[in-house]
């Protein structure tokens, strides 16, 4: 079981960049796939990337693939979501999300087991 506590999150105008992190507590972050997911008013919390135990595999929603890049530090039990080219319909609570001990996870909710409390990025038009 992981704790975890996100940061980062902010206003933006359309086209700049933020960069999210997210920070485990526990001695077993190695062994949890991690994700981020994020939530729009009035919508449901949708996936936005994934990345596998020793970050080797990452995976990205079509909505943001080739603008955000998800990546991992062990050492420092991290996982950072690098957000470019923003764009208004970006606007969410962002989430990370922890999957089973050494588990897999994919593209749903239920997958994940943990989550932080959430960061909100607004990104104006």
């Known amino acids: 079981q992981v704790q975890l506590v996100e940061s980062g999150g902010g206003l933006v105008q359309t086209g700049g960049s933020l960069i999210l992190s997210c920070l485990a507590s526990?001695?077993?972050?190695?062994?949890?796939?991690m994700g981020w997911f994020r939530q729009a008013p009035g919508k449901e919390r949708e996936f936005v990337a994934r990345i596998t135990q020793n970050g080797g595999r990452t995976y990205y929603a079509d909505s943001v693939k080739g603008r955000f890049t998800i990546a991992r530090d062990n050492a420092k039990n991290t996982v950072t979501l690098q957000m470019n080219r923003l764009e208004p319909e970006d606007t969410a609570v962002y989430y990370c999300?922890?999957?089973?001990?050494?588990?897999?996870?994919?593209?749903?909710?239920?997958?994940?087991?943990?989550w932080g409390q959430g960061t909100q990025v607004t990104v104006a038009s």
């Open positions: 526990g001695r077993t972050f190695e062994n949890h796939a």
């Open positions: 999300a922890a999957g089973s001990s050494l588990g897999r996870v994919g593209v749903r909710v239920d997958q994940y087991g943990c």
